[in-house]
């Protein structure tokens, strides 16, 4: 085997966990800005999440704090206290259910739609400029994968 090519005992090569390491990284450094440019207008990067999750499962019908809670990976009670600060920030709105009372629809309030618009443009144009560095990382680790 030549040299760099050495596999481990788990059978990948040098060049692969290199692969795997410069993908992490650049994810890390993209979560990175994505944090900062949150932190700028006042939100976690979870929050921002939330918001974005709220935004797009709107199109298939209610969204509740148990969907939140599946999209996010986190507790119910978790996902509560989080819609609880987006709501006293004016950026969520959170209505009970008329057919059970028990449950709540969420969505963002106009001001949230704005503010998410605005971080989701931003976050956009960072993924054109880094795009194409992760499609190349992603090919090489599937392509590795695929032992080509």
């Known amino acids: 085997m030549a040299k760099g090519a050495r596999a ?3 059978g990948l090569a040098d060049a692969e966990y290199e692969r ?3 993908f992490r990284y ?3 450094r993209f979560l990175y800005f994505s944090e900062a440019a949150c932190t700028r207008v ?3 990067g979870q929050q921002y999440q ?3 999750a709220i935004r797009s499962l709107a199109r298939r019908g209610t969204v509740t704090i148990n969907d939140l809670a599946r999209q996010l990976f986190v507790r119910h ?5 989080m819609v609880d600060r987006l709501v006293a920030q004016g ?3 959170r209505e009970r259910m008329p057919e059970d009372r028990r449950k709540a629809r969420l969505r963002l309030s106009p ?6 618009g605005k971080l989701a443009s931003i976050h956009r144009r960072k993924l054109g400029r880094i795009g194409p560095d992760m499609h190349r990382f992603l090919g090489q680790l599937t392509g590795a994968w695929r032992g080509g």
């Open 8 to 10: 481990s005992r788990e």
């Open 20 to 22: 795997l390491a410069a």
């Open 26 to 28: 650049a994810l890390r």
């Open 42 to 44: 006042g939100l976690t």
């Open 50 to 52: 939330a918001m974005l």
């Open 77 to 81: 009670n978790s996902a509560v206290g």
């Open 91 to 93: 950026l969520m709105i």
């Open 111 to 116: 001001r949230g739609e704005a503010l998410l």
